[in-house]
């Protein structure tokens, strides 16, 4: 079972940056492909964006250009960089593997709001 800890999350004005992180237990971290997770107030948890253990990434196209996942396998981590911020980005960020989900950990909120 591996442990996961979301980090970075907090309010930003519309255009802002933050830098999610979140953190993994375990070994073999680095074979796994990995993803990010939005779940916004009354809406089913959506992936916004994936790595695969060579660093193959893929976007929801409403992120596309404004959104950067990456992955540090030495530090068993991975990150999402998201730019110009908007307010429809407003949801608790979560990270998962993607082919073997584990437990959903608590998450990280983000707020764009003005």
């Known amino acids: 079972q591996v442990q996961l800890v979301e980090s970075g999350g907090g309010l930003v004005q519309p255009g802002g940056s933050l830098r999610l992180s979140c953190a993994a237990s375990?070994?073999?971290?680095?074979?796994?492909?990995m993803g990010w997770y939005r779940q916004a107030p009354g809406k089913q948890r959506e992936l916004v964006a994936s790595i695969t253990g060579g660093g193959i990434t893929n976007y929801k196209d409403s992120v596309t250009g404004r959104f950067t996942i990456s992955r540090d396998n030495a530090k068993n981590t991975i990150h999402l960089q998201m730019n110009n911020l908007k307010p429809e980005d407003t949801a608790v960020y979560y990270c998962n593997l993607i082919l073997f989900p584990q437990s959903w950990g608590q998450g990280t909120q983000v707020t764009v709001s003005s």
């Open positions: 375990g070994s073999g971290f680095n074979i796994y492909a």
